[in-house]
Structures are given as C-alpha cells and as structure tokens.
C-alpha cells in the first residue's frame, strides 16, 4: 500500500468514527449547534495532553508527578513560568482532560461535573492574563455554552451529556505510531467541513473546500520552499491560511475575521496544528470597515470572501488609500471588489494574490468596470483567471472563479486564462475537484499553457479589445460543435420504420382474419 493509500484509509477511518460520535451525541441540537460542544472538547483535550506531556518532561528527573509538583509551591511557580513561556497558557492537573475521564469512568464515585469543565476553562484563560498570549486565548471557549438548557434542564442532564462527549473524544487516538497524517489536525479540518456541509450556507462562509484551498496555495507559494508571511482577511476557521502553511514553511500567518465564533475556530485551529501563538495573529473585526493589519505588506495573499456581501461603501472610504486611487468605491450591494482592493493595499511588492470570487467580478459594469480597468490597464496587476464548477462550495451552486495578482508583472506579461469549469467529478451534494483536476489547473498556470478548450494566454491588448470584460468564454473557445446532420441517412431509416410498421400492420391484419374478427 503506497503513502497516499495509506492516509486515505486512515482518513477514511477517522472520518466514520468522528461522524458516528457526532451522530450518536447531537441528540436535540442540530450540527451546527452541536458542533462548538464537540470542537471545543476536542480543542480542551489538545491543550490539557499538551501541557501534560510537556510537565512530566521538565519533571522526570526529579521523579515527582506533575499533581503532585503542583502541590508544592516552589515547584508550581517553576512549572507555570516554564509552560506559560513556551506554550502560553496552563491547565493545572484537577482540571486535566485525562483527570476528567479518570472522574467521569469512576461512575457514580466519580466527582466529575459540568462546572468543573467550566472552571478548567476560566483558569486555562486566567493563566495567560498579562501575558503575550493574552489575545491568542481570551474568549476561545465563548462558544462551549456549558450552562446552555439545550444539553439538559439540571447540572446532572449537562454533566451526562457532556460526560458522552467526553468519553467519545477520548478515544480518538490522535497519538498513532504509524500515522500517516495529522491526526488531531484532520480531525478538526473534517468535523468543520461536515458542520458547513450540513449546516447550509452560514456554516458553509468559514469553510473553503480543501481541494480550492489547494490551488489557492500552490499559486501564491510557486516556486517558493518558504514565504515570510501569509495574510486572509476573511480567514473564517484558518483552513485556508493552514494549506498555505502544508505547501512552503510559513514564518507568519496573519487574519482577520469579522465573526466571532469562527474567529474563535481560527485561533483553535491554529494551535491545534501546533502553530504556536508567537507565529500568528488573528484578529476579529469587519475588514473593510477596521483593518486590522493596515500598514502591513504580505508576501502571499489568499482569500474567500463572503460572496456580494453588502458593506457600507461610505464617502469616507474615497479618502482611504485602498480606495482612493480607483475614482469609484465598490456598489453597496457587492463588496466583492472593496475585498479585492483591500487585498491589493496588503500585497507586497514581490507578493502573489489568489482569492475566490463569484464570476459577476469578471463582467459587471458601472464602478466595478472602472476598478477592472485600473488594474489591468493603469496598474497590470492582473495574472489569472481561473473559472472553477459549479456547486464546489457549501451552501451556494454558483460557479466560482480564481484571480490570482501580482505587483511585478513585466509590461508585455501575458493573462492567463484557464476554464476548468467542466471538469469535476459528481459527488451527493456538491461537486468535486479530483487530485487530477488540480494537477491540471495547477500545471497549466505554472506553464502559462494554451490548451485547446481549456486556456489561452492573452495579451492586454486583447483584454483592452473586449472592454476589459473578463468573462472567460471571451478568451476559452469551450464550444463543441455538434455531428453534421446526415439527411440521406435520416430518410433512410424513416423509410425503413414506415416499412416496419407495414409489416405489423400485415401481420396484425392476419392474426385478426384467424379470429373471423
């Protein structure tokens, strides 16, 4: 069995046993409801193994537990100041995951309640108050409503339900020796993409399908075993920031977004794929009204932004250096073009920028028109355009396309074209990208390839020609000509089916003779 093969399965597996736990433990929530209770536990598990491995390292040669060291005052004051410098934050031992699962298969002799979760949360928050990762923990748990009457009416209906929880994640075994993939990581990438598949489109804006992330990330790492920075300014659950990450060696991974609890998905998700808390900073706040990394230059950009979301568009955005230099602010019922101008203030000189957009970007008129235009013809930042299939992202069906810019393209660079609209493979509820199709889209963009009904690299001229409308059926000829007509051959077999039917017709006459009818 190859390693691909081998991971394959090992998701497979993975996969079933995290969807049953999730069936069998939503009970009165629907999933996206249920889902901050199972990521949360799994994220409180994570925290608490990892602070535990690293305690019984520091206190192996003194032989001692690290309950028992907590005890001692000398040896607590140490330990904290060693993990909360490296890990940035503690879980102290009674509040332990393993110690919960100890209390909770106790049975009736164990001490384990819900508001000894709750209190686990409050200290693990406490521990990092006035510490440099203060703004990387604070409200992570926010979401985990442990008091909320939708897991039980009394402290003992919460406890037993969040018990179940408890004891199901437990036996995910995130530590495998012959692990082919990042166990705890992928647990999480999976429960979040089936919360949005299952949830419609609400879930579904924090979730880019893994396979789009894919070709977002190999475009703005090209040629490239390293970047300094990487930036998504609407990062939803850093899915996206992450496949970056699995492509070149990200020194900083930079995010803002504007709900709070994928926000709090972002940060969890971060931690979890062990990014430590100095290598990341993720911000909540609406991006176009209060950037949060305004006078910061990324070397790659990738995004999925709310599609035609609505934004405020307010005159005062004419004076904004994002803005100003275009003459026309984006319409008030699409943003989709304020986005793509935020993102072109954020790129570096040397940077490259990939982000999802409905096809409306590529042949809108009005201020939109005026905003494609400067960038093609003022400023030549335009590289690709890539359009994709329909129904490849939860809780929309329309066809989506990339466009991928860069800052220094040379004068005569071509655009490029690419029409991988008609290539996916039909899944149950949305179509998908195959590892062949991306291999493709991603080839193609590399070699700047013309392909017949596929891409074709355009001059600017030609951009010019057409109005600066991108619509791709402009510059892709996909049409297929149908099979001439061949008449003689109709008449022909007309000629033959009349014949045919005289035929039954003799026959039934006969039959009917017998019977003296």
């Known amino acids: 069995m190859t390693t691909s093969e081998l991971q394959r399965q090992q998701q497979a597996e993975l996969h079933k046993k995290l969807w049953a736990m999730a069936n069998d433990l939503r009970g009165q929530m629907d999933a996206s409801e249920f889902k901050d209770y199972i990521l949360g536990l799994i994220f409180y598990r994570y925290l608490s193994e990892k602070v535990e491995a690293r305690a019984n390292v520091l206190l192996k040669e003194d032989d001692i537990s690290f309950a028992d060291a907590w005890k001692n005052e000398e040896y607590r ?78 402290v003992k209906d919460r406890t037993n339900l969040i018990s179940k929880v408890i004891v199901n994640i437990a036996e995910i075994p995130f530590e495998q020796d012959n692990a082919e993939i990042d166990v705890l990581g992928d647990a999480y990438e999976y429960m979040i993409s089936q919360f949005a598949a299952n949830a419609g489109k609400k879930a579904g804006e924090f979730y880019t399908p893994q396979q789009v992330s894919k070709i977002l990330a190999r475009i703005v790492t090209a040629g490239k075993a390293e970047i300094r920075d990487v930036y998504d300014g609407a990062c939803g659950s850093g899915s996206l920031l992450l496949c970056v990450g699995k492509e070149a060696k990200v020194h900083k991974y930079y995010g803002q977004e504007k709900v709070s609890t994928t926000y709090n998905l972002a940060r969890m998700n971060m931690l979890l794929h062990d990014i430590p808390h100095q290598r990341f900073d993720i911000r909540n706040a609406d991006t176009l009204e209060e950037p949060q990394h305004i006078d910061q230059r990324f070397e790659a950009i990738v995004a999925n932004p709310p599609y035609s979301a609505k934004w405020s568009a307010d005159d005062k955005f004419k004076d904004d250096e994002r803005f100003s230099a275009y003459a026309k602010l984006a319409p008030k019922s699409k943003a989709d073009f304020a986005f793509i101008q935020h993102f072109i203030h954020q790129l570096d000189d040397n940077g490259t920028m990939a982000v999802v957009l409905p096809h409306g970007v590529l042949f809108r008129g009005a201020a939109e028109e005026a905003i494609r235009k400067y960038l093609i013809e003022e400023k030549n930042y335009l590289d690709a355009v890539i359009g994709l299939p329909a129904n490849i992202f939860y ?79 402009r510059y892709v000829d996909t049409f297929e000509e149908e099979e001439p007509i061949d008449l003689q051959a109709v008449a022909q077999r007309l000629k033959e089916i009349d014949e045919e039917i005289a035929e039954v017709d003799r026959e039934l006459e006969k039959y009917f003779k017998e019977l003296g009818v």
Request: hydrophobic share 35%; aromatic share 10%.
């Open 395 to 473: 809780g929309t069906s329309i066809p989506t396309c990339i466009l991928v810019f860069k800052k220094c393209r040379k004068d005569d660079a071509s655009v490029l074209f690419i029409d991988a609209s008609n290539e996916f493979e039909k899944g149950k509820n949305q179509n998908l990208l195959s590892d062949k199709h991306v291999e493709k889209i991603i080839a193609t963009f590399l070699n700047r390839e013309t392909i017949d009904k596929y891409s074709y690299a355009t001059t600017l001229e030609e951009i010019k020609e057409n109005d600066y409308n991108l619509n791709i059926p």
């Open 77 to 154: 004051e140490h330990l904290a100041e060693y993990l909360v410098d490296e890990l940035g934050y503690i879980v102290e031992p009674q509040f332990l995951f393993s110690h919960f699962l100890k209390e909770i298969e106790k049975g009736a002799n164990g001490n384990f309640d819900v508001e000894m979760l709750q209190n686990g949360v409050k200290a693990i928050e406490s521990s990092t108050l006035g510490t440099d990762s203060q703004d990387d923990f604070q409200n992570l748990f926010d979401d985990m409503d442990l008091t909320s009457s939708r897991l039980g009416r009394t």
